[in-house]
C-alpha cells in the first residue's frame, strides 16, 4: 500500500533490499551485500532476503576470520567451501546447504559463468555417508601403521570415539582419559561434558582400545594428550597431515559418528534410546536423516521382526499428550467390550477396527481395502499376514503375533468384508471407563508397539504405508525408557 493509500502491487526485490539490515555482518557492509543480492536477480522479495541472509553470515564469519570484506572475497568458491564446512557449527544440514546455494548463486553471478553443480537430494556428500565395514577395518589399520605415537593415539582416540560411542566433535573436545571408566555391570562408557551431558556405553568392539588411549592420556585430552581442545577440533591436523593412503577413504569424526547411527539404527536400536546417547533432544532429524541411508532388511527378517512385536507393559507415567497408544490394560478391556458386544453389527465393525489397528497398523482409510480373501496363514510358520491391493499404499503386512488369532477367525466368517460394508452407526462409548475406540488410535498402538520392540525404523516406515518418518519419534518419546542393563546393551551390542 502506497502513501497515497493505492494498493502498489507485490514488492519488488530491489525495494525490498533498499530497507533491508543486516542482523550479523557490519551494517557498513550493507550496501555491498544489497549489490551482490541483486546481481544475482532474485524473482521476488523473499528469494533476495534468503539471499541477503546467507550473504550477512558468510560477511560476519569473515571478518571474524580475518578476512577482508570484499565483493571479491564474498564470491570466491574457496571462500564460501570453507564457510559451509566451519562457518555454521550450528546448522542443520538443509540450512547449510541453502546458504551454499545462495552464495553459489551469487558467485556466478558476479564471476560470470555457470554456479558449480549441486548434488540433487538429501544428504550425499563424503562425511555425510557412513563408512562400510571395509572402510572402516582399513582405517584401524591405517591408524595403527602411523609412525609417529602422537598421530597414532590421535586418530585411533577419534576411531573409538566416533565409532564406539558416537562423540561428535564438540562432544569429543570434552573427553579426557578419566572420563573414560567401567562400571559395575563390566560396560565401558564415556562421560560426555559440554551443553549435552550424558553417559555413554562403548560398543564392545572398541572397548579394549579406548580403555588403552584412556589410560594413556590420564587426566589430559583423550585425542591429543598434552594439548589444549580448541574450536576446530584441535588434533584435526595431527590426522590431516597423516601419510595418505589411496585405499583408505578420509577420515572425520562427523562420519565415524553417521557410522555409530546407522549401524544402531541397523540394529533395531530404540530411537529414544538412541537419540538420548547422541546429545539429541528429539529423534525427528535424526530419522529423517539416516533411515534412507539403511540397507533394506531382508524379507524374511523385516516380516519375523513385524511379526514379533509386542505391546509394551502398562507405562509407569501417564502417556505424553502426543501419544494416541492405549495402554496394554486398556487393549485388554476393548477387546474384552467388543467381543461381547449385544449388537452383531456393531461387534463386528468393533472387532475388524480393532484387527486391522492393533495387528496390522492400517491407516481409518485403509480399512474398507482390507478383504477376506487376502488374510493369508502360513501353514508352516502359522504367521497371518495382509495384502493390501488397493488403496493409497499397497503392500502386504504381517499381524502382530498377539492379533493373529482374532485376524484369521475374522476373515474366514467374512467379518471384514460385512464390517466394511455396514452402515456407519455410531459405535457408542466403552463402559467402565475405557478410552474410545479409534482406528487411528489403534494405528498409533501398533506404531508404539513396534518402536518398543526394536522394529527397525525403515522395516516400521514400509509395513506402515509411510514415506518418511513422520510422527514416529513422538511415539517413541513417549515410551518408557528401559533400565541401565537394557540401555546399555542396546548401546554396546549392536
Known sequence: MGADGRDRGPESPAER???????????ADAPLLRDLALAAGPADARTV??????LSGLAFWAADTGRTVTAESLTDPGVIARY????????????????????????????????APRPPGAPKRAYERPYTAPEVDALLRWAQGQPSNLKHHALLSVLALGLGA??????ARTVHGTDVSEEPNGRLTVRVGGPHPRLVPVRCRYERLLAGLAATAGGDWLVSPGMLPTRDGGARKEWEEAPKDPNVPGLTLRR??????CEHLAAGTRLDVLAQAAGLASGHILAQQRVPQLRPEPPADAAAALRDARHPPDPTKPLTGCSLAYTRTEITGLLAWASSHPDPVLRDRLLSTLALGLGLGLRPGEHPHARDTAVTRDPETGAVTLTLNSGPSPRTVPCLREHESLLHHLAATGTLHRAAAAPAIPVGSPP?????LTAKRCRATWTRAQLASGT?????????????????????????PPDEQTRNRLLSEP
Do not use: N
Not at 548463486?105 to 560470470?112: E, L, M
Not at 558416537?166 to 562432544?171: E, K, N, R
Not at 565415524?256 to 547411527?261: F, H, M
Open 84 to 115: 559451509e564446512q566451519v562457518g555454521m557449527p550450528g546448522s542443520s544440514f538443509p540450512t547449510r546447504r541453502r546458504a551454499r546455494d545462495y552464495l553459489d548463486r551469487v558467485s556466478a553471478a558476479h564471476r560470470g559463468g555457470p554456479a
Open 166 to 171: 558416537g562423540l561428535s566433535t564438540a562432544d
Open 256 to 261: 565415524c559418528r553417521v557410522t555409530w547411527l
Open 49 to 54: 532476503v534468503f539471499i541477503l541472509s546467507a
Open 456 to 480: 527397525r525404523l525403515d522395516t516400521l516406515i514400509r509395513a506402515a504405508g509411510l514415506t518418511g518418518p513422520s510422527s514416529l519419534h513422538l511415539e517413541a518419546q513417549a515410551l518408557d
Open 432 to 436: 467402565d471407563g475405557l478410552p474410545r
Open 17 to 27: 533490499a533498499a530497507r533491508w539490515t543486516p542482523r550479523l555482518a557490519d551494517p
